[in-house]
C-alpha cells in the first residue's frame, strides 16, 4: 500500500496535493457544497485540483462529495502537514467556514 501511495502522489501537481491536505482535514470525505464554500472563502483552488485528484484514482466523487478512494490515501494526504501545524489548518477552516454560516445567519 505504502509504493501505491507513494507511486500516486508522486505523480500530482502540488496544487493537487495542497487540496488534498485541506480535503484530509474533513476525514474520509466531504460534501462538495463545502468545498466549494472553502474554496470561495480560503480563496485557493480546491474544486479543480480535487477533479484532478478523481482523474488519478486518488479521490472518488459521487452522490455530491469527494471521497478518498482509500484510508491509507487520507492518512497519507493528512500526513503531508507537518503535526504542529495541523490545528493552524483545522482553524483556517473551521473559522473560515464559521463566517460564512455567520453571515448567512445575519442575511436572514
Known sequence: VAAFITKSFDRLPS????????LSCFGASADISLIEV???????????????????????KRNGEFYFMHDKLQEAAYSMMKPEERCLH????????????EREKDDK
Open 15 to 22: 496544487e493537487v496535493l495542497s487540496a488534498l491536505v485541506v
Open 38 to 60: 472553502l474554496e470561495r472563502e480560503i480563496q485557493q483552488p480546491l474544486i479543480a485540483p480535487l477533479d484532478d485528484a478523481v482523474a488519478h484514482s486518488v479521490l472518488g
Open 90 to 101: 483545522h482553524n483556517r477552516y473551521g473559522l473560515a467556514l464559521g463566517f460564512v454560516a
